[in-house]
């Protein structure tokens, strides 16, 4: 049988995320035709990319960032190549009205991917409610009352973990609250997860639901753990680590270099058993996309998975709001699927995981005692007991700013959890300086959404009874989301990444050589590559800028973005050369080093900077992002930044 990935270009929809055979037969019929010319779909594709790499600064280079073209002229150039980028103007209206703090703080959050539940706008009208009430429900005067917290600070719900099994949590249910139930609901909804298919369990975050599914694998008789990651994850570590103790052979697939391209032959071997018996051969982990460098991956693999006798568990937590829509998840089927919700995208990055078993799996799962499992908190739980003792409160670390990063990916959803009595302080530590924890003030209330309410009548909105009598939950977010639709998005993110890739190739050093400022891990220029970019950036000798200070410099532009380490890179032997200057270990020692034992081989790959765009991103924060990167062309930029960040008396950067 032929590769499945011979053209890869023909296997996915106009939106870049969902194969053509979806829609036929047989999910392995394109094989009979991928010698033919390319279809209508898989050309317009190609003509996109073409289109854009040849219309924005046409043979233009960019030496000096004081050459750069100003905003506005930029954005009058994005819309002549993009012209339809202007019928996604929804999404700026709703960003104006209902995230207005990004505007005000001019922040630009790209440091982490996922999908909120709150808007911006419904979180401080329900917080001004809540402080309402509490003022007229308290009979102590105003005048005798304690220092009470800052109640726009606590979230609208809080997480408890509990200790539990999760086989017989499936198995017999457990106490479940109106309030979770109702957020199951909606989430559930939201995925197009089916509740008569399908099992939900809250967990802390999502390393915690990838160590639930390897602690109850049964991976004494299905032996294997097979993942396909490019990236180093936190919680893929987490679940070979796991496994590997509970007597599972690791697998991994690799990425060829330059292009970081799946190497589909030899994941096609680990995959496919050579015995005409089949048996469960091990559990396969399938990331629908890189959630560091953009690179979609072909749904075939899940039906070539699960044909050879391996159980699938699909990550779904880099998926792009309403990208469900287009998996065909009643084609597949996978038995378990993992995603991440945060709060409140910009602000509070914070939230749970959530790990989905199909019904018909339970059986295989073997009891284990392990914790990660939680139960969500109302607010209204929490005010009660700051309410009842106003003078005990425990202090609490809160982060205003988007969530930092570690070489590692981002857990969105670790910095949960309130419990006991609270005391949110009027200063806190954010990232090592102090920090005035205070509410953006607005010169003028943006007007509210209509059927919003006054702030009294927003809470009662917030959490309500439906009309079927069931107690449910208004998460604003995934409502704008529903009405915005998968192409809008889709589209926006794609004119955006694709304008940021092409701009970013055109920086080079002002030497005779014309060495590029930036490389591109991943792919480049492409109509279905996803919204996050992974690139380092070199100076004038070629040398690497690390990841960390490039990082920590953007964070002083107001630009927030993350970085992570790059593995399992393969390299053909006319790149041996270049494969000694280009690895090393993620803490930058090692370089050159070509071990063969496998451990070292797994320890090795790149540190890379990444962005990654939500659906509330513009134009303006992938061009500011492009003139940040473009000052590194200035030679002595880093050198000037060190002495500016001395003379403010701040913590000097460590290279």
């Not at 002549?80 to 960003?95: A, I, N, W």
């Not at 606590?154 to 609250?177: A, D, M, V, W």
């Not at 391209?261 to 996309?289: A, D, E, N």
């Not at 914790?371 to 005010?383: C, D, F, K, M, W």
Request: proline share 4%.
């Amino acid at each position: 049988m032929q590769s499945l990935l011979q053209n890869e270009d023909s296997q996915t929809c106009p939106q870049g995320c969902c194969p053509t055979s979806l829609f036929n037969s047989s999910p392995l019929s394109h094989i009979k035709t991928t010698s033919k010319p390319r279809n209508s779909s898989s050309e317009s594709r190609h003509s996109f990319a073409a289109t854009t790499a040849s219309s924005i600064f046409p043979n233009t280079k960019f030496t000096n960032h004081e050459s750069l073209p100003s905003l506005q002229e930029s954005f009058s150039e994005f819309s002549k190549v993009f012209p339809q980028y202007s019928e996604t103007e929804k999404v700026d209206r709703l960003r104006g009205n209902e995230y207005y703090h990004l505007s005000f703080s001019n922040q630009s959050c790209l440091d982490y991917i996922g999908i909120g539940l709150f808007s911006y706008y419904q979180r401080h009208q329900h917080h001004e409610a809540s402080k309402i009430q509490l003022a007229s429900s308290s009979s102590t005067p105003q005048t005798q009352t304690p220092q009470s917290p800052n109640f726009s600070d606590i979230p609208f719900f809080s997480i408890s973990y509990k200790t539990g099994n999760l086989k017989t949590l499936l198995l017999h249910g457990g106490q479940e609250s109106e309030f979770e139930s109702a957020m199951r609901r909606r989430i559930m909804g939201f995925l197009n997860i089916s509740e008569s298919d399908y099992f939900m369990v809250f967990t802390a975050n999502r390393t915690s639901a990838f160590k639930h599914v390897a602690d109850s694998y049964p991976f004494q008789s299905c032996k294997k753990l097979l993942t396909v990651y490019d990236y180093e994850s936190e919680a893929v570590e987490a679940m070979t680590s796991c496994s590997e103790k509970r007597g599972a052979r690791a697998m991994s697939a690799e990425f060829s270099w330059p292009r970081l391209r799946l190497q589909s032959t030899k994941l096609r071997k680990m995959i496919v058993s050579k015995k005409k018996k089949k048996k469960k051969r091990g559990l396969f982990v399938f990331p629908l996309h890189s959630r560091v460098t953009g690179a979609r991956y072909p749904y075939l693999w899940m039906s070539t998975a699960q044909e050879n006798g391996w159980h699938v568990l699909i990550d779904a937590c880099a998926l792009g709001p309403k990208d469900m829509d287009s998996f065909g998840l009643s084609l597949f089927r996978p038995d378990f699927l993992i995603c991440s919700f945060y709060k409140v995208f910009g602000e509070n990055p914070s939230g749970f995981g959530c790990l989905f078993v199909k019904k018909t799996a339970i059986s295989i799962l073997e009891s284990s005692s392990c914790a990660g499992i939680v139960n969500l908190v109302p607010e209204r739980q929490l005010l009660q007991q700051v309410s009842e003792d106003s003078s005990g409160y425990n202090d609490v670390k809160i982060d205003q700013k988007c969530s930092t990063s570690t070489f590692q990916e981002q857990e969105l959803s670790s910095l949960s959890s309130f419990s006991g009595r609270i005391q949110i302080p009027q200063s806190v530590k954010v990232e090592g300086q102090l920090s005035e924890l205070q509410m953006t003030v607005v010169p003028e209330e943006p007007k509210a959404p209509e059927g919003s309410g006054t702030a009294e009548s927003q809470q009662n909105k917030n959490v309500k009874d439906s009309e079927d009598g069931s107690f449910s939950i208004e998460c604003r977010c995934l409502d704008q989301v529903d009405s915005l639709g998968l192409t809008m998005v889709t589209n926006r993110t794609r004119y955006l990444i694709n304008w940021l890739v092409n701009s970013m190739l055109k920086l080079k050093h002002p030497n005779a050589e014309g060495v590029p400022l930036v490389k591109i891990y991943g792919p480049k220029i492409r109509f279905d590559r996803g919204p996050a970019l992974a690139f380092n950036v070199f100076d004038w000798k070629g040398e690497k800028v690390e990841p960390v200070l490039v990082q920590k410099l953007a964070d002083r532009s107001n630009i927030s973005l993350s970085y992570g380490f790059l593995h399992h890179i393969w390299f053909a032997d006319k790149y041996a050369e270049e494969k000694g200057r280009v690895l090393q270990t993620k803490e930058g020692r090692g370089q050159g080093v070509t071990n063969k034992k496998k451990k070292d081989r797994d320890n090795m790959g790149v540190t890379v900077v990444t962005a990654a765009l939500s659906f509330l991103a513009n134009f303006e924060d992938v061009y500011k992002v492009w003139a940040f990167v473009a000052r590194f062309l200035d030679a002595d930029f880093v050198e000037k930044e060190r002495w500016r960040y001395t003379a403010l008396n701040q913590k000097r950067i460590e290279v």
